[in-house]
Every structure is written in structure tokens, then in C-alpha cells.
């Protein structure tokens, strides 16, 4: 312990010299706006700043990295709460939440919350990467891809509970969006998928151009055709982000959950935020006294999961840091920039370089506490948009999700799609159909055949695995439980209610 | 509605659903002796999707009367249909006009059919907007917007070269 607090010490002493501290801040400002715009995710911000940390020492380089990848995860629920744009997947349960306490006319609060839980999320997870980083590497390594394939498993389980009031319409919504993931270019036998021919399908249907055509372009045909939910009453109070430190207290329980969550699944090579932060809004929903009020504005389902994206963090650079085996695309990034100026990352840095190791700490540590202001400022800029006038503002979103779609490949196939995919939305959300488990369909469908045939092939089909290894039984077991229980609370629901509005 | 009417929409996606695993013929041939085929997956989703739109189409048609007599909202068929044709023709006329001109007529039409009104606000928002977008994303994050063909491309070009982006 004496050694651990030594280290940080020397970490922040380095991490606080002037140049680094400003790369910190330049990284963290780089990282939110790139998160925030739909079409640039967390990564490539990650993937450009790289190039410009070649002429830099060690420490700066690393440090702007750390700082673009903590903002660039919080980064996208800004966005995702104000204009019900995520600028990535895993700030998608966010959007959930926040963006309904927006059209409640509680964004100040929401994106109080949001600042705060990302914050506090990112703060235990490097609290936890300085402290207990060893250990747990050792712990996650004896994961294969049959626990992997038992947690997304419990992710995709927890749509049942997402589309509660009707479970054929979310289970229609999960098939249907699984289904997309499976178009394109098989990996195994690299047999093309439903291409039908199409030239752009063989690589399959970006998740973006699914994302921000059913969230973004829906939402603006909602408004056109004059369906949308009315615009909250009050849209001078809501410019300013409200920092809700005394009201998270009752909310510490989704808080630390969500957290804890963040850094299990994230600590899980491969896993990462986005399944973290699903697989967190699901628990959170079914441990909660209020399900049903999730998905209409619910500040614990919003803390969960933003809480566990960043999160996430501290969990993704364990393996890097004390394997030397990135755990993630963005620390397998990271992992370049080391490699670049000579270093080898695994547990010999430790005994070599301590001082690197935990200067890497301190950063992540600072990182997140400086998230606060910065993140407040951020969300300040951003909010400002919410008082130009709805033409104007729902002309640009359609022109930034055109950018953002061309964006992905430079084809304007792209484009097609996510129109596409934006009159879908706009007909799910009419015939109450809930878009969320679509999403979550396409995102974590392939992951999920993915694992699920690497297990098959090494455990020649034997279907017994997911029950005989302990971890997968018990996530197996909780995700049936999730189910039962969503079906019954389904045909309790449609006993009662006499129609039911979409996700 | 009628019953027919109600679960006319699930029983299309049993039918799409029993179609796609139809086209799945095929995709298992290449499948290794004692191997899971690369169609195991797909078929299980369809499977699944087929089987859900059913249960869907059987909840619908059982639904009682006052179930059934709920709607969804009523909609503003011309401006939602005019939209939809200004996306298209946007994405459309991008290749043909170029991203610049494209662009600077969509904002202006899409403005005026969501509801403004003022034609200087029109006007500004479409040309401002356009060179704003052309130097965050052409000159600052290097994206190779579409320039246009023929005439149209020579107009792209000069207008870059004017605004100092290319």
C-alpha cells in the first residue's frame, strides 16, 4: 500500500508539470467534442490525435491519449441527452434516459447527472486500475468466450425487460436487428450474408448508420409530421448544466452498481463500455423498485449506465498495463503510441518503469476530476443549441447525420442507409414498436455469434459448456431469470393496459 | 381497425421472416464435417423473428375492442411525405450538384418545409451553414465530400478554391 501511495505520488507530481497537464486538457476537450458528433466515435478521435503523439515524450503522449479516450466516452451522451443523437453505442442507454428527461424539460439536471456519474464512474475505475490492477488481470485472463458469450447473452436478456409491455414486440425488434447484424461478409467461411448482390452490403451495415438514422432522422420526421412528444415548457432555464451533488446521494446504489459493473465488464478483454453500459442499464432495471418508469425519463437508468461507461475505463487499461494484451480497439491504439517510443507495456513496466506506470494513474485520476468542469463547459456550449429555433435545428441534425454517414466509409451508400433507417424509426416509434432492443440487436448480435461459434469449435459443439463453467452458468441463470420474470410482468401488462407507446 | 387490418403487419414479418430463411438455402454448404454452418446463426434469428411476429399477430387479432380503437396519433401526411422527398432528393442530387450546392438547397428547403419563414434566416443558414460544414469537415477533418459532376465539379472546385479550403 505504502509503495502504491509512493507511486502515485511521483505520477502526480509528473502529471501535473505544466505541458502535461495541458495535454490532459487538450485530450479531454478533444475527446468530448469528437464524442459528441455523430459519425466520429471515441476511437477515431483516438486514431488522429495518434500521429501528433510521435513527436511527443512518453508521458504527454500518453496522457492526451487518456484524456481523449475518458472524454471521448462521456462525450456522446451530451448529445444523446440533448438531441437524442448518441455520439456512440455505448452512450445509447443514455440517450434512453436523458433524452426523455430533456423532453421533460429536466435537461440541466440530466446533464448534471451525467457529468457527475461519468465522472465518479471514471474516478473509482483509475482508483481501482492503481490499486487492485494486478490481481484482477489475473482473475479476467481465465475469462474464454464462453463467459463472453454468457454476458452478452445477459445484454441482449435485458431487452425483454426493456420492452415490458409487450415482449413479442421487443423480442420482434431484437430478432429483426440481429438480423441486420448478420448481413455482409460471414467471418468464419467468409460467405457473403442477405447481400442480394449489393456491392456495400458485403461488409455488412454500419451500427452507426443504424444508430443515428433511427434516433436522429426518426426524431426529425417525428417533429415534421407533428407526432413528437411537445418541446418542455421552459427552454430558457435549461441552458446552464445543473451539478446535482446533493441529489446523487439518493441515487448511489445505481450509482455504484452501475460503476462496479463498468469496471468488471470492462476489465473483460474484448468486452468493453458498450456492452458495459448495457448490461448495467439492464441490471439497474431489474434490481429497481420502479422498472416501469424506465425509458420515460429515469435518472437511476441514466446514472448506471453512464456511471459504468466510464467506468469501463480503469478496466480497459488493466490488461494493457499489466498484460501488455490491449483489452479494447482504443487502448489497443494506446498500446501503438508505447510501442511507438520503445516501451514494452506488461508486468515488466511495472518493475522498470514505476514511474510511467503510475504517472498513467495520476493521469487517469486528474483526468476525471478535471471531467467535471470540463464536461460542465461542454455541456454549456452544447446546451446553447437547444434555444435555436426547431427548423433550423432539425435542418442541421439531418445534415450532420448525412456527414456523419458519408463519414464511415466516404460512400454515400451510407447515407442511404441511415435515411433509410430514419423513416423505420420514425414507423417503429408509430406502431409502438420499441427501437432500443433493435439497437442493442445490432450491436451485440454479432459479438454474440461470434463468441458462441469460437466456443462451438473448441468445445466440438458441446452446448454443455455454457452450464459447466461456473461464471457463464451463474450469468446464464440470471439472464433466464430476467427473462421469466419480463414475461410475466408482459402478460400482467397487457391485461391492464390498454395500449402501450414506443421506445 | 379490423382484426385482419391489426395483424396484417406481424404476419408480413412472419412472412419476411420465412422468406430470408428460405434465401438462407445455400449459406451451410460450406460448412467444415462436424462444424456449425455459417447459416446456424441467421436461421436462429429468423427463427426467432418469425415465431415473435406470430405470437404479435395472434396478441393482435385477441385484442379487445377498446384495445383495437387505439390509434396511433394522427399525422401530418403532406409534411411528413414532403420530408421524406427532400432527404431523398438530397442525397440524390449530393453525387449529381455536389455537396456545396446540394447542401446550401436542401437546408433551404427543409428550413422553409419545417416552418421558417424569414427569408434572410433562410437564406443565411443555408449559405453560412454550408461554408461552416465545408471547413470543419473538408479542410479540417479531411472528408471528400461528393464535388459534384461536369459543370458542377468545376463549380465545387472554384468555390473551394475561393473560400481558401482546397
Known amino acids: 500500500m505504502g509503495e502504491i501511495l509512493a507511486g502515485l505520488a511521483v505520477g502526480f507530481a509528473n502529471a501535473l508539470q505544466p505541458l502535461n497537464l495541458l495535454m490532459i486538457v487538450s485530450g479531454l476537450v478533444i475527446g468530448i467534442v469528437a464524442g459528441a458528433l455523430p459519425g466520429i466515435t471515441m476511437l477515431n478521435a483516438i486514431v488522429l490525435v495518434l500521429p501528433f503523439t510521435y513527436f511527443m515524450g512518453i508521458v504527454p503522449a500518453l496522457l492526451l491519449m487518456i484524456g481523449v479516450y475518458c472524454g471521448g466516452v462521456f462525450g456522446g451522451s451530451i448529445t444523446g441527452i440533448l438531441f437524442n443523437i448518441p455520439g456512440d453505442p455505448m452512450n445509447v442507454p443514455t440517450t434512453w434516459e436523458g433524452y426523455r428527461l430533456n423532453r421533460k424539460g429536466e435537461t440541466r439536471y440530466a446533464l448534471g447527472l451525467a457529468i457527475m456519474s461519468s465522472a465518479f464512474g471514471g474516478l473509482v475505475s483509475a482508483l481501482f486500475l492503481a490499486f487492485l490492477a494486478p490481481p484482477f488481470a489475473k482473475f479476467a485472463l481465465t475469462f474464454s468466450t464462453v463467459e463472453f458469450f454468457s454476458i452478452v447473452v445477459f445484454g441482449l436478456a435485458s431487452v425483454s425487460v426493456l420492452g415490458q409491455h409487450s415482449m413479442a414486440a421487443a423480442l420482434i425488434s431484437l430478432c429483426a436487428g440481429m438480423f441486420i447484424g448478420t448481413i455482409g461478409t460471414e467471418a468464419q467461411y467468409g460467405v457473403e450474408r442477405f447481400t442480394f448482390g449489393v456491392p456495400f452490403l458485403r461488409t455488412g451495415v454500419d451500427f452507426v448508420t443504424v444508430l443515428i438514422g433511427l434516433f436522429a432522422i426518426g426524431e426529425v420526421l417525428d417533429q415534421v409530421a407533428g407526432t413528437a412528444e411537445p418541446a418542455p415548457e421552459n427552454p430558457d432555464a435549461r441552458a446552464v448544466p445543473r451539478l446535482p451533488l446533493l441529489e446523487l446521494w439518493p441515487l448511489r446504489w445505481p450509482l455504484v452498481r452501475g460503476t462496479l459493473v463498468g469496471i468488471g465488464v470492462g476489465g473483460l478483454a474484448g468486452a468493453g463500455a458498450t456492452v458495459s453500459s448495457f448490461v448495467s442499464y439492464g441490471l439497474e432495471k431489474q434490481l429497481s423498485k420502479e422498472p416501469e418508469l424506465f425509458g420515460t425519463g429515469h435518472a437511476g437508468g441514466l446514472v448506471a449506465s453512464e456511471s459504468s461507461v466510464n467506468g469501463s475505463t480503469g478496466g480497459a487499461m488493466i490488461h494493457l498495463l499489466t498484460l501488455g494484451i490491449p483489452g479494447s480497439a482504443a487502448t489497443a491504439v494506446m498500446m501503438g503510441a508505447f510501442l511507438v517510443h520503445g516501451i514494452q507495456p506488461g508486468p515488466l513496466l511495472f518493475t522498470k518503469q514505476p514511474e510511467q506506470v503510475y504517472t498513467n494513474f495520476a493521469g487517469m485520476i486528474l483526468v476525471n476530476v478535471l471531467m467535471i468542469a470540463l464536461g460542465f463547459l461542454a455541456a454549456m456550449s452544447f446546451a446553447t443549441l437547444m434555444k435555436v429555433p426547431a427548423p433550423i435545428l432539425n435542418t442541421f441534425i439531418v445534415v450532420l447525420c448525412f456527414l456523419g454517414a458519408f463519414a464511415l466509409r466516404n460512400d454515400l451508400a451510407d447515407v442511404w442507409l441511415t435515411m433509410l433507417f430514419g423513416v423505420l424509426g420514425f414507423y417503429m416509434r408509430r406502431w409502438a414498436l420499441p427501437i432500443p432492443p433493435l439497437i442493442m440487436g445490432v450491436i451485440l448480435g454479432p459479438l454474440a455469434e461470434g463468441y458462441f461459434l469460437t466456443s462451438m469449435v473448441a468445445e466440438a459443439n458441446d452446448l454443455t459448456v455454457f452450464v459447466r463453467r461456473p461464471v457463464s452458468a451463474v450469468v446464464l441463470a440470471m439472464s433466464v431469470g430476467l427473462v421469466a420474470w419480463a414475461m410475466v410482468k408482459s402478460a400482467r401488462a397487457r391485461r391492464l393496459a390498454p395500449a402501450e407507446p414506443a421506445g | ?166
Do not use: H
Open chain 2, 1 to 166: 381497425m379490423t382484426v385482419l387490418r391489426r395483424a396484417a403487419a406481424p404476419l408480413a414479418g412472419v412472412a419476411a421472416g420465412v422468406v430470408l430463411l428460405l434465401a438462407s438455402r445455400g449459406l451451410g454448404d460450406v460448412a467444415a464435417p462436424g462444424q456449425l454452418s455459417p447459416a446456424f446463426w441467421p436461421r436462429l434469428v429468423l427463427a426467432g423473428l418469425a415465431l415473435a411476429c406470430l405470437v404479435k399477430a395472434v396478441q393482435e387479432a385477441r385484442a379487445s375492442a377498446v384495445r383495437a380503437a387505439v390509434g396511433p396519433p394522427p399525422l401530418a401526411r403532406g409534411r411528413l411525405t414532403a420530408a421524406i422527398a427532400a432527404v431523398v432528393l438530397y442525397v440524390l442530387a449530393t453525387p449529381w450538384l455536389g455537396f456545396p450546392l446540394a447542401n446550401t438547397l436542401f437546408i433551404a428547403g427543409f428550413m422553409v418545409l419545417c416552418g421558417a419563414r424569414g427569408p434572410v434566416v433562410v437564406g443565411l443558414n443555408a449559405v453560412g451553414g454550408t461554408v461552416a460544414l465545408l471547413y470543419v469537415f473538408v479542410k479540417l477533418v479531411y472528408l471528400p465530400l461528393p464535388k459534384g459532376a461536369g459543370l458542377f465539379e468545376d463549380l465545387t472546385i472554384g468555390l473551394l478554391r475561393a473560400l481558401r479550403i482546397f
